[in-house]
């Protein structure tokens, strides 16, 4: 299931939701990115953040999320998955993303978690909007996020 | 052809969203990115770099061969960072 929303989740409610009443699932992973307050750029000094923007591509977004949660249940035997991403304004300590997996055993659960979240930073329609104290400015892609999708990459 | 900008892109050119009509010879998404330079300072200033201008026509990711078509849904924008 995909989600974009600009509200909150409830972490607990979120995954209690994906396994109430299923008995076949044996493991349930999750990733939970949030809002840090420390620019990724150690030269920035000690600027920190104080809000991130996260804007969108309405339409795409929902697309290519809704293709990579498929590619996952292609690749690993999942019995649930679950995708919230949040859009707008947010503030340090909030959270940003919710990626789960439920599966029979531990392994494809936690593998096809990491995927998701590793693909997910690569290929959604998603831009980061950092504001600090010198003002607002894009955040750049980075080259250990593509590396990181790369990996489960198949030749 | 609808043309959408977002991040920087947006903001280098000042607008969102627009309507354009690329003149015949304009078939692919490299022809379309070099005759929008040629529409203005901002357009090409937000071009200038191609390795950090991402193509999606359709809601699909596509390269600079891509073709493109009157009626397409053509947007514009820099490497993703979500998640």
């Known amino acids: 299931m995909i989600r974009v929303q600009e509200a909150d989740f409830d972490i607990g409610r979120e995954l209690a939701g994906l396994t109430e009443g299923r008995r ?132 | 052809m609808k043309l959408l900008y977002f991040a920087w892109l947006r903001g280098k050119l000042g607008k969102a969203t627009e309507e354009l009509s690329p003149p015949p010879g304009v078939g692919t998404v490299g022809q379309l990115l070099d005759w929008l330079e040629t529409l203005g300072p901002a357009y090409k200033s937000a071009l200038a770099d191609r390795r950090v201008v991402k193509v999606a026509v359709n809601l699909e990711y596509v390269g600079a061969e891509h073709p493109v078509a009157p009626g397409d849904e053509v947007a514009l924008f820099p490497p993703v960072t979500g998640g």
């Open chain 1, 24 to 155: 076949d699932i044996g493991g349930l992973a999750c990733f939970v990115g949030l809002v840090r307050d420390m620019l990724r750029q150690p030269e920035a000094g000690e600027e920190t953040v104080t809000a991130m923007t996260l804007e969108h591509y309405p339409g795409m977004t929902e697309k290519r999320l809704a293709e990579i949660e498929a590619e996952a249940r292609a690749r690993w035997p999942l019995q649930a998955s679950l995708i919230i991403h949040r859009v707008g304004r947010l503030l340090p300590g909030e959270r940003i993303v919710l990626v789960a997996t439920a599966s029979s055993h531990r392994q494809a659960a936690l593998e096809s978690c990491q995927f998701l979240i590793d693909w997910l930073k690569t290929q959604a329609p998603f831009w980061k909007l950092e504001e600090t104290s010198s003002g607002a400015h894009w955040v750049a892609a980075r080259e250990s996020d593509d590396q990181a999708a790369e990996r489960w990459r198949r030749s």
